[in-house]
């Protein structure tokens, strides 16, 4: 790898300089008189010595003034190389495909972005960094780390040539600045440089890292000065767990921000989490302690007067029951007990919180009849519950409209135990709920919600009522890291994005809500033109050990459309198989008599050569990019997709599954079954009294058209079939082409 070497400018004295010479080869020292070089010190704005600049690549990083003893110096000028290499040039010797480096953005919407995916997608995990980030300042552990990022850390440590900076993770946020806002920026002034004036974004980095890394370094050589033995990753790890940690803030040039500069200045993040029904009266206590925060800081006048009542009533009823139960209770004790040591004082105890605790009972109101909340289904109390949720937010949040803090509100799995209905009127209403809320208290709190979901009814309505593919980010395990794809028009429709009534738009949005959605929960997916294949092909799969394990969505899109998700195909990141039809296109036919059917009907052309052929298929087109069908490979494969259609079978070739599926099993018995009840009269005309079925493969196209008004019964009918044969041998095959692209998943779901 490439040595980059970072140059530091130094105003020291040589004898000073050999104190850093653990160094040498991986940074440049330069000895700098200001008084023989005045416009360098100029230049860099040296106004005192001594003084330490930090330079990469001609750039200035930092600077250090001032006398400071070797261990300050050695912990300055490691910082700073760790802190601005390249994310793939941890040290000389580390490779530069870093796992703990490699990361994704998410991107948050003004309004609400959803973030979805499979389980352990890591939906969670950013939202509990968000928190642990704005919340909990120093947060998390030696655990959090990448385990894999550690293993290759430790694989490539050498003691005589250790890296340059310890184990770090690293948050960039980047915050946009709109121009017409009224919200004030001091929370920002740390982070901005005299060239972010005119930016709509600014990035401020995050970074836990190993608050003393000269001890880290020194615990590192004592542990493998002799070698790394099959425990070495353990005591690595032991290691870790035993070392402090910090949260440093850096601006966009890796300058550290020495301010006390807290998160929670600038960021609000308000969490409701899924499922937090912890009882039968949870509607009640939310509500209550809603009202309580409100008598606490609004009405705090009526609750003073309030609170003098109950001492009243306090007084009045501890002197009923001091004279007409206190002396029962005491002459019954004395009967039992020794009273010598004990007294009974009996009064009453009143207060502001236990009344208003058993005030309020939260009902639901139902033809003139009040419903207490424990007969409520657990989804509308979930629903009522999230509202509870951001109603206690919004009261204590600062009534003054004029702040300069970033309001977050994460809301995790909202569907618990709503119906679609529910599911899909909560996204769809959630917003203008808020609005409402916060208009009703007289607050200006520009609030962005964060949703996280497994819902395809959620995800559906967030299109569908919005019209759009914006503000969702899909998370996904690419080669076993976690992915994240931004969704937009853009991405989805490059051609369409602008034109939401385009023909293409809707076609995709109308598969999008009635199956689609699965896509986006799916290990793997699989398009296909027409009814048969659809039905067919979940029982080769549930019969191959490598697919039957994991969630594959099939998806009939009614023609040759899978071009139209190309794009949305190569965002997602998982493996797709698009199964077509050649679609050959075909000489003019000729007329001659049928006898057996008593009427004009055309040759079939069987195409047994590819020659100045050409394919009309509008996915091969666009994918490959040509129709001559002789310049076209046996299958299409790019990234995650692999786009499949018939080729040679049997000396011809097909442009239909149907077609297909014939040649390939012409001799099959329970093929010949099949045709024979769908179709007696074409059967006897081509195979004969003889069952000549090489007949069936010289006239697989005259089958194919014969076919196309029943294709719904050929699948349905071989489907029974195959699933109630005893006899795996008389199971026709799979077309090449189509057993093909399965091997394919099946490889990329093995390799995962």
């Not at 929370?187 to 003393?212: A, H, K, T, W």
């Not at 666009?622 to 076209?632: M, P, R, T, V």
Request: aromatic fraction near 10%.
């Amino acid at each position: 790898m490439e040595n980059r070497n970072i140059n530091v400018i130094l105003t020291l004295s040589q004898s000073e300089q050999t104190y850093l010479e653990e160094y040498a080869g991986k940074v440049n020292f330069f000895n700098v008189d200001v008084d023989e070089n005045p416009d360098l010190a100029m230049q860099y704005k040296i106004m005192n010595i001594p003084a330490l600049v930090v330079l990469k690549k001609g750039e200035k990083v930092d600077t250090q003034v001032g006398f400071a003893p070797k261990e300050n110096i050695v912990e300055f000028i490691s910082s700073k190389i760790v802190l601005n290499q390249d994310n793939d040039d941890i040290n000389d010797n580390f490779e530069e495909n870093s796992v703990q480096n490699d990361c994704d953005e998410i991107d948050v919407a003004s309004d609400t972005t959803l973030i979805i995916g499979k389980n352990n997608a890591g939906k969670t995990t950013i939202i509990t960094a968000l928190d642990n980030l704005i919340n909990h300042n120093n947060a998390f552990g030696a655990n959090d780390f990448n385990y894999r990022y550690l293993q290759e850390y430790l694989d490539y440590y050498d003691v005589c040539n250790p890296p340059l900076g310890a184990p770090y993770i690293e948050f960039v946020l980047t915050i946009g600045l709109e121009e017409d806002s009224n919200d004030r920026i001091s929370n920002l002034i740390p982070f901005m440089l005299v060239e972010d004036i005119e930016d709509s974004e600014l990035d401020i980095c995050i970074r836990y890292e190993v608050e003393d890394f000269v001890y880290f370094q020194l615990e590192m050589k004592e542990l493998f000065s002799e070698g790394k033995d099959e425990n070495a990753f353990s005591k690595f790890l032991n290691l870790l767990y035993n070392t402090d940690y910090v949260l440093k803030y850096y601006d966009k040039n890796m300058s550290k921000i020495d301010v006390d500069f807290k998160l929670s200045n600038l960021m609000e993040l308000q969490c409701i989490k899924a499922n937090h029904l912890k009882n039968d009266h949870c509607l009640t206590d939310a509500f209550n302690k809603i009202i309580n925060y409100r008598y606490d800081n609004i009405f705090q006048k009526e609750k003073k007067e309030v609170t003098k009542e109950l001492e009243k009533i306090n007084h009045d009823l501890t002197e009923n029951i001091t004279k007409n139960h206190t002396d029962v209770i005491r002459n019954v004790l004395k009967e039992l007990i020794s009273m010598e040591r004990m007294g009974v004082d009996l009064s009453a105890d009143i207060t502001f919180d236990k009344l208003m605790r058993d005030l309020i009972k939260y009902e639901y109101i139902e033809d003139d009849a009040n419903i207490p909340e424990n007969q409520f289904g657990l989804g509308y109390t979930n629903l009522v519950m999230i509202i509870a949720a951001i109603m206690d937010y919004m009261e204590r949040y600062p009534d003054s409209s004029f702040n300069s803090k970033i309001n977050l509100i994460s809301i995790e799995e909202p569907e618990t135990f709503m119906h679609p209905q529910m599911q899909e009127l909560f996204i769809k209403n959630i917003n203008e709920a808020i609005r409402v809320l916060l208009s009703s208290k007289n607050k200006d709190v520009n609030s962005q919600i964060i949703i996280t979901t497994h819902s395809s009814h959620i995800l559906n309505s967030k299109i569908h009522s919005n019209n759009t593919f914006n503000n969702i980010c899909y998370l996904y395990e690419d080669k076993r890291n976690a992915a994240v794809a931004n969704l937009n028009n853009k991405i989805v429709m490059p051609n369409e994005h602008e034109d939401e009534e385009s023909e293409a738009f809707k076609f995709l949005k109308k598969h999008i809500k009635y199956k689609v959605s699965e896509l986006f929960f799916s290990d793997a997916a699989i398009f296909v033109e027409g009814f048969a294949e659809d039905m067919i092909i979940p029982y080769y799969i549930e019969k191959m050990e490598g697919l039957r394990k994991h969630y594959i969505s099939i998806f009939n899109i009614n023609g040759a459309h899978g071009f139209l998700y190309k794009r949305l195909i190569e965002a997602l990141g998982i493996p797709v198989l698009i199964i077509t039809d050649l679609d050959i296109k075909r000489n003019e036919e000729s007329d001659e008599a049928d006898k057996q059917e008593g009427k004009k009907a055309k040759t079939y052309e069987q195409i047994s050569c590819l020659a100045d052929k050409e394919t009309t298929n509008a996915t091969i087109i666009d994918i490959y990019g040509k129709a001559e069908i002789s310049a076209i490979p046996v299958h299409i494969e790019k990234e995650n997709l692999y786009l499949a259609y018939q080729g040679e079978v049997n000396g011809y070739y097909a442009t239909s599954f149907e077609e297909a599926f014939i040649l390939t099993n012409y001799d099959n018995a329970i093929t010949n079954e099949l045709l024979k009840e769908l179709k007696p009269n074409i059967y006897r005309s081509i195979v004969g009294e003889e069952s000549e079925y090489e007949k069936n493969k010289e006239n697989s196209y005259k089958w194919q058209m014969k076919l196309e008004k029943c294709k719904g019964e050929f699948a349905s009918k071989l489907l029974y079939k195959v699933v109630n044969e005893e006899l795996e041998e008389r199971i026709p095959r799979l077309p090449k082409y189509i057993s093909d692209g399965l091997d394919w998943i099946e490889k990329k779901l093995g390799g995962r």
